[in-house]
């Protein structure tokens, strides 16, 4: 169907999987790191936002290749894994899933904390004078309140990993049917001078991400939720 190889769906498909996951994931762990950004004074914030906007500036292989060293039968955490029975996580599709979330984490983080910071605590004390525990000022007034910026950052890390090429061919290795996802597919296609290939998976990907966009502004014109324009 549209040209593609069997390999080319299999990249697709574990590109979507990892995209699902990685979103799914980040939106959970960074919820209460980008509530501490939005309301600490601590001096160590600095520390953190730095921290959490590294990847914006790095390039990607830098972050592949110290993951690569972390997570290898050689690093802290894939040694230990080796030393405990486990296999290391390098080459893995676990590894991808890290290597994809510290990549997309401050397109994840930053929508969260200008949501959480123009909410304010207002919200909340008022919910508490009514005697809301913090469960029920979680799910009623900070996740209602605060859906623009949570939004934005699910559509972000969602496209942002789909295209993701330099962080997962170092931590991947681009193993077909394991490791290998749509952007590592092209660019092995260019390597073998296969750029029919290559052009047909690169179109899909286009229209795919096309797509994608035009249902995000179209649900943004209709209800208001995705902060796509500045």
Not at 110 to 129: D, H, I, K, S
Request: proline share 6%; glycine share 8%; net charge positive.
């Amino acid at each position: 169907m549209f040209g593609l190889t069997p390999s080319d769906w299999e990249a697709l498909r574990l590109t979507l999987r990892l995209a699902l996951i990685s979103t799914a994931l980040l939106l959970v762990l960074c919820l209460p790191l980008a509530w501490w950004l939005a309301h600490t004074q601590r001096r160590v914030k600095v520390v953190v936002e730095a921290l959490v906007s590294l990847p914006l500036v790095l390039p990607p292989t830098v972050i592949g290749f110290y993951l690569l060293i972390l997570l290898g039968p050689r690093g802290a955490v894939g040694g230990t894994l080796e030393r405990l029975g486990a296999n290391h996580l390098a080459f893995t599709f676990t590894g991808l899933v890290i290597g994809s979330m510290i990549y997309s984490l401050p397109f994840v983080v930053q929508p969260m904390q200008n949501a959480f910071q123009a909410m304010g605590r207002r919200p909340l004390e008022v919910a508490a004078t009514l005697r809301a525990g913090p469960l029920d000022r979680l799910v009623s007034v900070v996740l209602p309140l605060s859906r623009q910026g949570l939004l934005t950052a699910a559509v972000l890390s969602f496209a942002h990993t789909l295209g993701e090429f330099g962080v997962l061919l170092m931590i991947g290795g681009g193993i077909p049917g394991q490791t290998q996802v749509a952007s590592i597919a092209i660019y092995s296609h260019v390597e073998a001078m296969d750029y029919a290939s290559a052009h047909r998976l690169s179109l899909f990907l286009m229209l795919a991400a096309f797509l994608l966009l035009v249902c995000v502004y179209a649900l943004n014109k209709r209800f208001k939720i995705v902060g796509m324009t500045p």
